[in-house]
């Protein structure tokens, strides 16, 4: 399986409409949708497609048509996903109608085109199953533990500033592992 780190867009253009394809790590997807909506205002529909793996690592899917005849446009995006092994990812295809209507075939490949396009401009990742810990420490540790959090590849999801510091750590298992037994005498617990 695969997941992207950061967004990559890419534009299809298909009888005067406009298909711009938003790939991004699932994290990002709420935030980036509200943003888009902003940012195009004109545009006519927001398809969306995401695959993630709950707390119980069973894959959850989700796609839209955003008013697009049902079938056309989210389903279709979903698929490349699937058919590309890509998990912890969403796709956000903004289209600007350009005058002519595609029909429901040219809808699913002007879709499927569009992220498909933006598969081939992003760089794959290949997905590792993370762990979450939550760690408390003095402050006077934290620059070491942040060292060895950049060290063994150790993502900082969260840091809370209290009479001690609680900070959320993700990572995958045997990083994770590795960190634990690097940071030991600096954390006071897990």
């Known amino acids: 399986m695969y997941r992207v780190d950061k967004i990559f867009s890419t534009t299809?253009?298909?009888?005067?409409?406009?298909?711009?394809a938003y790939?991004?790590?699932?994290?990002q997807y709420t935030q980036t949708l509200l943003e888009l909506k902003e940012q195009h205002p004109k545009a006519r529909h927001f398809v969306v497609a995401y695959r993630y793996l709950n707390e119980h690592q069973q894959i959850v899917e989700h796609s839209s048509d955003d008013g697009e005849p049902k079938g056309t446009s989210g389903k279709p995006s979903l698929f490349v996903l699937q058919g590309a092994e890509m998990i912890e990812t969403a796709?956000?295809?903004v289209r600007y109608f350009g005058g002519t209507k595609l029909g429901t075939g040219g809808l699913v490949?002007?879709?499927?085109?569009?992220?498909?396009?933006?598969?081939?401009?992003?760089?794959l990742l290949?997905?590792?199953?993370?762990?979450?810990?939550?760690i408390v420490l003095d402050?006077?540790?934290?620059?070491?533990?942040?060292y060895e959090c950049e060290v063994n590849n150790i993502t900082i999801v969260k840091k809370e500033f209290e009479k001690?510091?609680?900070y959320t750590l993700k990572a995958s298992e045997s990083n994770m592992t590795l960190f634990l037994q690097n940071t030991q005498r600096l954390i006071k617990s897990i």
């Open 23 to 27: 790939l991004l790590p699932y994290d």
């Open 109 to 123: 490949r002007a879709y499927s085109e569009s992220v498909n396009a933006v598969l081939n401009e992003a760089t």
């Open 164 to 166: 001690e510091v609680i």
């Open 126 to 134: 290949e997905y590792k199953q993370e762990v979450t810990k939550k």
């Open 139 to 146: 402050y006077s540790n934290v620059r070491l533990v942040e």
């Open 12 to 20: 299809h253009e298909v009888k005067q409409s406009k298909f711009i």
């Open 91 to 93: 796709v956000i295809i």
